[in-house]
């Protein structure tokens, strides 16, 4: 089978305040704007990106908030490649999210991770080479 092309077009998540995960995405990722926004079942909602990948995000309603984040099956993080990891975490620190766990610095990638409103966790990785078996090094 052929090796194809692909990427992430988005990812669909629930949030206890719409405003806030605006707020979080659009701190994270300057250029990110919101593609589109509306009501669906009584539930707001918008999609945060840009023109090839973004975040939808629906508001949740009252049952929807119980839910424990971290000690269910779930999503651990979602990761993205940034240019400037420490400018994405200047960022986001200024605008009062934080910080999750600390890694070391690889000799090949930067990684800060940030927890949003909902206490989600996001990871912000930024690659120091250019080169892919570098890049996905384990090993240390």
Not at 44 to 66: F, K, L, M, N, R
Not at 87 to 105: C, D, I, N, Q
Request: overall charge negative; aromatic content about 10%.
């Amino acid at each position: 089978m052929p090796t194809q092309h692909c990427y992430l077009e988005h990812a669909n998540m629930t949030v206890r305040s719409l405003d806030e995960a605006v707020r979080f995405l659009t701190t994270a990722f300057g250029h990110f704007t919101i593609r589109g926004r509306g009501v669906s079942n009584g539930r707001p909602w918008a999609h945060v990106g840009t023109d090839t990948t973004y975040i939808a995000v629906t508001e949740a309603s009252q049952s929807d908030s119980d839910r424990v984040a971290h000690d269910e099956l779930g999503v651990n993080h979602i990761g993205f490649v940034v240019e400037d990891s420490e400018a994405v975490a200047s960022s986001l620190r200024k605008a009062g999210f934080r910080e999750g766990m600390h890694v070391e610095t690889h000799p090949h990638r930067k990684r800060v991770y940030f927890h949003d409103a909902d206490d989600n966790e996001w990871e912000f990785v930024e690659y120091l080479s250019e080169v892919p078996g570098e890049r996905n090094d384990y090993s240390s």
